[in-house]
């Protein structure tokens, strides 16, 4: 069965960085794409950026030029480095397959890690 744990989340004061990190298991990792996807309060949950199995990235508007994806296939994790942080980026980030995985028909989500962001 697959699992997704995130790490990583905290405070931070804006202008700040963290690094949020994703432990897969229970599938082929390595050939995956995954993505980081955030939910802020109040709001739907957005996609953050992606990254291939190759380690090709892409990234939405919401972080981008702020935020970076990369992945190490050995130990089966996907992380999210975010610079400048603002505000408006408070919210519960998630890691997933891209596209989610499905489980019993509905999308399989971890936890999340909450990142909230001080003015």
């Known amino acids: 069965q697959v699992q997704l744990v995130e790490s990583g989340g905290g405070l931070v004061q804006a202008g700040g960085s963290l690094t949020l990190s994703c432990a897969v298991s229970?599938?082929?990792?390595?050939?995956?794409?995954m993505g980081w996807y955030r939910q802020a309060p109040g709001k739907q949950r957005e996609l953050v950026g992606t990254?291939?199995?190759?380690?090709?990235?892409y990234y939405t508007d919401s972080m981008k030029g702020r935020v970076t994806i990369s992945r190490d296939n050995p130990k089966n994790t996907v992380y999210l480095q975010m610079n400048s942080l603002k505000p408006e980026d408070t919210a519960v980030y998630f890691c997933?397959?891209?596209?989610?995985?499905?489980?019993?028909?509905?999308?399989?989500w971890g936890k999340g890690t909450l990142v909230t962001v001080s003015s």
């Open positions: 997933n397959r891209s596209p989610p995985f499905v489980v019993n028909g509905m999308n399989y």
């Open positions: 229970g599938s082929i990792f390595s050939i995956m794409a």
């Open positions: 990254i291939t199995s190759g380690g090709n990235t």
